[in-house]
C-alpha cells in the first residue's frame, strides 16, 4: 500500500515567495506523510509542477511518476482535490481510497482555462474502496463551496466530514500543522 498527498494552487507572489515552503511541504502535508510513514504506509507528497498556473497535461505527466496502484491512497487538497477527481474520471483505474479536502474545480472558470473541462465520472465509485469529502463551512475560497455541490451531487454516497471552523483547512486557519481527524480516515 502507499499513498500520495497531492496539494493545490497558489498565486504567483506566493510561490516565488523564499518566505514560504514549497507547497508539497505546507500546511499539514508533512505531518501526514510523517504519520503515514510510521503506520508503514510509502507516502509521497509529489510537487506539481508550476502550480500558481495550473496546466493539467503538465500535473498528469508529473503525477503519473508515482507509481499509482489499486492499492494507492489518494489525498488531494484544494486544486489537487479538483485534479484527482479529474485523473480519476479519465483513467479507467481503481484504487484504495480517495480523500478530498477542501476540494476546488474552479466551478466559474475564474482562475483556469482548460484545466477543470472534463465531465465527472459518477461510475467512479465502483472503482473507488472508499471515497472521502471534508470541507468546512467557513471556507471562503471562492468555489470550494460550489465543488463540493458538484461532488456531493455526483457521487451522492461519498462519506462526508463537514466542519464548521476549519476555513481551507491551512496551518492558520487550523491553528495547527496537526489533521487527526484526517489520518485517522486515511489509516481506517
Not at 493545490?8 to 523564499?18: S, V, W
Not at 472508499?130 to 457521487?155: K, R, W, Y
Request: proline share 5%; aromatic share 12%.
Amino acid at each position: 500500500m502507499n499513498a500520495i498527498i497531492l496539494h493545490g494552487t497558489c498565486d504567483k507572489a506566493e510561490y516565488f515567495d523564499p518566505q514560504y515552503p514549497s507547497l508539497s511541504n505546507s500546511h499539514w502535508f508533512p505531518w501526514l506523510q510523517k504519520q503515514l510513514l510510521i503506520n508503514g504506509i510509502f507516502t509521497q507528497t509529489p510537487e506539481m509542477p508550476d502550480a500558481y498556473l495550473p496546466d493539467y497535461a503538465k500535473w498528469k505527466s508529473e503525477f503519473e511518476k508515482n507509481g499509482i496502484t489499486s492499492d494507492t491512497i489518494l489525498v488531494g487538497y484544494s486544486c489537487g482535490a479538483g485534479f484527482l477527481v479529474r485523473w480519476l474520471s479519465e483513467n479507467n483505474m481503481g484504487i484504495e481510497k480517495l480523500v478530498l479536502v477542501a476540494p476546488w474545480m474552479d466551478p466559474n472558470r475564474e482562475e483556469t482555462t482548460t484545466f477543470f473541462d472534463f465531465t465527472i465520472d459518477s461510475k467512479l465509485t465502483s472503482r473507488v474502496g472508499e471515497m472521502h469529502l471534508f470541507f468546512s463551512e467557513d471556507d471562503t475560497v471562492n468555489g470550494v463551496q460550489e465543488s463540493v455541490q458538484m461532488l456531493l451531487q455526483a457521487f451522492p454516497n461519498i462519506q462526508v466530514h463537514k466542519f464548521t471552523d476549519k476555513g481551507h483547512f491551512t496551518v492558520e486557519e487550523m491553528n495547527s500543522v496537526e489533521f487527526p481527524e484526517l489520518l485517522e480516515t486515511t489509516l481506517s
